[in-house]
């Protein structure tokens, strides 16, 4: 019985010293381990925008080989708020699925 007193003791003591170590330590954890991050926000927000050209080009090539007409950036646009508006009346009738 002593023995297992002493193993949770010496374990609640070691969780102890981290809780009260990680209290006052003046930096934030990512100081701590030296972490930043690899990219910045504006890198982060150019490759979002390189991606959807790259999409766009894509989807109108794969559109030129049907015959079908190109769709603009604008188009593209007004296509998803259509889909996230009749996403949302769904939503809220309870949705197509929903047993009537």
Request: charged share 30%.
């Amino acid at each position: 019985m002593a023995f297992l007193l002493g193993t949770i003791g010496i374990v609640a003591f070691m969780i102890g010293v981290l809780l009260v170590v990680g209290h006052f330590y003046p930096g934030t954890g990512a100081d701590l381990v030296d972490w930043t991050p690899t990219r910045s926000p504006e890198v982060e927000v150019q490759n979002e925008i390189d991606d959807i050209r790259q999409m766009m080009e894509a989807q109108n090539e794969m559109r030129r080989r049907r015959g079908a007409p190109e769709i603009s950036e604008q188009e593209l646009r007004d296509q998803v708020a259509a889909d996230e508006r009749r996403t949302l009346r769904e939503r809220e009738r309870g949705g197509p699925f929903e047993a009537a």
